[in-house]
């Protein structure tokens, strides 16, 4: 196996396992796990494969990443509950999954396209939209919404693996440069509270202001 096909496989496992942890938060049955597990495990990269017009998309060519989800909602379903703090888990598992999945992305998105642009959008869209759609379907609280550094850190990834790539760096190189910035600025986020300045000249109106 490749390096960049060890990092799709590591990224769909962890990212499934992130959406088994939420499931075990909302206490749903094992039914719930799965899901929750797969549509983590596959949403992003299924959405990067349809923007990028790669039909059909990864995992119905290779079913086993439907397996690597299965295998990974069963198994935190059955230890789940021997973790302190599920939420904690959660988040940093999320880290390790975005690091991987930006990396991934970047790289199809070159592969398919031949343009670094593409890439960058690819692997920031892919190492993203699987834990927004994990919050959104669980109901937690938005990783997207949260205060510290979230997409920033799977963007800066794609591109250091992007420039990397296209300046000639052996792909291991260039993988592991894109996959460490991404986890350490993400990681970085979530041990010092690293932030943007936000928008704060007032607050928003609510809707029933705004009729008045």
Do not use: N, Q
């Amino acid at each position: 196996m490749t390096l960049l096909g060890f990092l799709d496989y590591a990224g769909v496992a962890v990212f499934a396992a992130t959406g088994a942890l939420s499931a075990s938060r909302k206490e749903l049955d094992v039914i719930g796990f799965l899901f929750l597990a797969a549509v983590t495990g596959i949403g992003g990269g299924t959405l990067r494969d349809v923007v990028l017009g790669s039909l059909p998309v990864f995992w119905v060519v290779d079913p086993g990443y439907i397996l690597v989800c299965v295998s990974m909602g069963a198994l935190v379903f059955f230890t789940a509950h021997l973790f302190e703090s599920r939420y904690r888990l959660l988040i940093w598992l999320d880290a390790v999954g975005l690091s991987a999945y930006c990396v991934m992305g970047a790289a199809k998105g070159l592969a398919a396209s031949g343009s670094p642009t593409v890439a960058i959008v690819t692997g920031t869209l892919t190492a993203a939209a699987g834990g927004i759609l994990r919050d959104i379907i669980a109901g937690e609280p938005s990783v997207l919404l949260r205060p510290e550094i979230y997409v920033t850190a799977g963007l800066a990834g794609a591109c250091v693996f992007t420039g990397a790539t296209v300046a000639g760096t052996p792909v291991v190189v260039a993988s592991g440069a894109g996959a460490l910035t991404a986890f350490a600025i993400r990681g970085g986020a979530l041990r010092f509270g690293w932030a943007f300045p936000r928008y704060k000249p007032r607050p928003g109106r609510s809707p029933e202001d705004v009729l008045r």
